[in-house]
Every structure is written in structure tokens, then in C-alpha cells.
């Protein structure tokens, strides 16, 4: 929540303060999100949890090579950075929506939930 917080920060506000706000949330979170979900990959899935993992930091590779190019080709097209921030808090939105769907997945396979 405070990525999407310190993503959308700078679109509302267009000061520096928000900006220098937007790279501290974002960047102190980012590395724990990657930790966290390598570590629920692991607990998840401990039978191949490293085809998992790799899966998933290639994606993050490939997503740092292409967001930057996306983000810089809008910015170009209309004049400010504000839609490659909004695109990027959607995406995370529907990350966490995938996220909320593999938690309750998970819950009615094991059992855990009641009828």
C-alpha cells in the first residue's frame, strides 16, 4: 500500500517534497515486496521453489528493461510523467488483486475456510 501511495504521490502533488516522498516510499518498500513474495514462494511451493523464484526475477528484469522505455515514450506523448505513474499504480492494483485471488485459492484447497 505505501508503493501505491508513493507512486501516486507525485501525480496529486507535483512538489518536490512529494516527489522526494514518492522515491522514499517507493524504494524502501520495493526490496521488501521482492523479499516477501520469494519468501511466500518458498512456503508455498518447497518442492521446486527456485524455478518459481527465477520465473519471477526474470519477470522483474524484463519489467525494468520495458517500463522505463513505456514510461519515457508517454511522457514524450503528453508532456508529463503522471500517466506512467497512474499506469503503474494500476498495475499494482491488479498485482494485489492477483494476490488477494491466490490467497483464497490457497485457503480453499487446504481446507482452511468454512462452508
Known amino acids: 500500500m505505501l508503493q501505491l501511495i ?11 517534497a512529494a516527489a522526494i516522498a514518492s522515491a522514499l516510499l517507493f ?4 526490496i521488501g515486496i521482492v523479499s516477501l513474495v520469494l519468501t ?5 511451493y518447497p518442492a521446486h ?7 519471477l526475477t526474470v519477470g522483474y528484469g524484463i519489467a525494468q528493461i520495458i517500463a522505463p522505455v513505456v514510461a519515457g515514450e508517454l511522457a514524450e506523448l ?13 498495475i499494482m492494483g491488479l498485482g494485489l488483486l492477483c494476490l488477494v ?4 485459492m490457497a485457503g480453499r484447497g487446504s481446507g482452511r475456510e468454512s462452508a
Open 40 to 44: 511466500m514462494v518458498g512456503v508455498r
Open 101 to 104: 485471488a491466490m490467497e483464497r
Open 27 to 30: 524504494g524502501l518498500t520495493f
Open 6 to 16: 508513493g507512486i501516486l504521490l507525485p501525480v496529486f502533488s507535483g512538489t518536490l
Open 49 to 55: 521453489p527456485a524455478q518459481i523464484m527465477a520465473r
Open 78 to 90: 503528453r508532456g508529463t510523467f503522471d500517466d506512467s505513474l497512474l499506469l503503474v499504480g494500476a
